[in-house]
């Protein structure tokens, strides 16, 4: 029987105050609300300068200055704004990444994304790692490199800058697959009341309210969501509230403050992985591990922050500050020989950073210069007991253990105009992390634990951009990458009957990437394209040794990672910035992850196992004058691809058909949207092993369906 709600843990009353004062706030302000123009985004990057607006906020890029910044950057980047999301349901990175070129996600249930993958970025773990998610250009990441999507407030984010792969030096990222800039709503640019609501299939429900103002020299916005699903699978259900305030605060004409607030709490049952026959024949049913020892999660998360700019004669300064507290409660497998059971922990990250950027002239030269610092800290603390049929027995505690994680990036960039038309790109980044382990209770097999390791890199950039025409750019790099392991991958859960926590020492992961590719717009035309080939080494992966014995999360010697990432709009009629085009539009979006080990004593030249090698996205959309919308769209993995590194099993192939239609006024946004129309059984997600044919586990449950058929519809009101 599949539940209706989760909340198997009553939230602490703080919680329930904070929404109170919050829905108060919202209710109270909405009769000096403005009135706004709720029309999304559909953004081309231009190759003009674009002046903010005397209303806009000073700390939050708008969309079209934020495609100025991502037009000088030389190499695969990609502004998504909130138009194509609003189309049809929304809330989740599900949604808002769905038309982002170059990203694969993966889920376990349709909720939210498990999975954010770039380039092959955490191509193995379980939770999106290997991409930096930051908000107005504070990380959101923990310290040792997770990310965790399901306390993010996407009601509150206007346009998400994606830079993939080193790209994303422009915010010091350390990782290996690039960083997703998210950027918040504020009172300025998003004054008025809106109210949003949505239902579909499988019991979903979303509901969002946000309200801003912008008065003299100050500004406020405040944004509250909540969305529950029954899930299409058993034992599935979910819910998640997020609220979140931003303040802004107008010093002069050229200085501003920003604070920000958000809180969150999810709950959610956990179905576990199905075996490709449970897959192909029973996709709904959940593993009968995670039905006797109850699976679920519960994460409670605050965070706080402040963004400082001023604009001085000597340049831009950018100031940051931010906490973030988190609270988790994951009831996973106890057996006698694996005794993970519920982990109970709490995890503090603190951090800022710091950017200087300055134009000026040189030898006659133009120069953009930035340089900055971005440090952050983590400490977690965990314990872990016995599940025992869902209940957490407290008197049996088989690890107890805190993390400690620092992360010290300095990074600096030089844009400089050779030409009126060819621009040279140069950076490096300099970074030193550590992670520390502290093992408390190490009277389990593998005794105490405790280690430090420390991680340093030095990342250059080297690029160029020619602008061939006003609307077209070439670009090309070549750069170097760096990712240390996460605490996942340093401190695995051991088996045996006595196993617990078990430190185990490994390299960082470092990749040279050589990048080509143009972007631009002639005519009805719109294209995005980039090809890339990185070469790393020491990737994270789970392997056996010649003889077939596993060896666990390792670091492999050599791989290489090749791709394509393209884009292509075809619009009847010329968009404006802030407003779809009429009449017939067609998106495709076609992505190559080609990633294969390199002379591998093992596995030789075999593909690395865990994401699609071909994926096509297409959307043919008609927009009517008078607001109406509709169009279908497809999503299509033409080829199998690996599930083990020994490349004996495989995840098939699928096509996915879906259509929307709706209609947007000034006032009022309606739209329905089908799903997987032909009902595909496939896998939304899989958990690559060494070698299938090797694997103590019998079963194999390594898939995540994904959504069958459903439908969803919603109404949006603004005022």
Known sequence: MVNSSVGLESPRSAWGKIHLIL??????????????????KVLVLPTAQVSAAPSSPLTVLSPDQAALELSLVSGAVQLIGDEKTH????????????HATGITLGTGNAGEAEKISIRGSGIQSDNPLGVELLVDGLPYNQGDGEANLEEMDLGAIKAAEIYRGANALRYGSYVLGGAINLLSRTGRDSPGTSLCFQAGSFGYLRGQASWGQASGATDLFVDLSARQTNGFRDHSAENAEVASVNAGFRLNANTENRIYFSASRWDRLIPGDLTADDLANNPRQASDDAIDGDFRTHTRSLRVADIFVTDTTSGRWEAGLFFHHRDFLIYDLYAPDYRLG?????SDNVGGNLTWIREFESAGLDHHFLLGVAPTGETERSRNFENNEGTIDRNTMTADFSDHSINFPLFFEDRIALTPALSLNLGVQAVFTRRKFTDFDWTDDGGNQSRARDFRALSPKFGVIDQLSPNT??????????????FDDLTPFQSGENGGVIYTPLAAQHAWTGEIGTRGQRGVAEWDLALYQSEWRNELLELNDANGHSLGTVNANRTRH?????GLTLARSPHEIGRPATGWSLQLDYTLNDFRFRDDPVYGNNRIAGIPVHLFKAELMYRAKNGFYFGPNVEYSPQRYAVDEANTLFADSYSLLGVKLGIQRERFRLFVEFRNLSNSRYASMIKPIADARTSDDDDL???????PRNVSGGLSIYW
């Open 562 to 566: 090749s791709g394509i990432e393209a």
């Open 473 to 486: 750019q070439v670009f090309a790099n070549i750069s170097r990458g760096f990712q240390p392991p996460s």
């Open 23 to 40: 829905g108060y706030l919202l209710l109270a302000s909405g009769s000096f609300a403005q009135a706004e123009n709720p029309e999304g």
């Open 342 to 346: 519920v982990t109970d922990s709490f």
């Open 87 to 98: 189309d049809g349901r929304s809330g989740s990175f599900l949604d808002l990444l769905s």
């Open 701 to 707: 449950q390594l898939f995540s369906p994904g959504e």
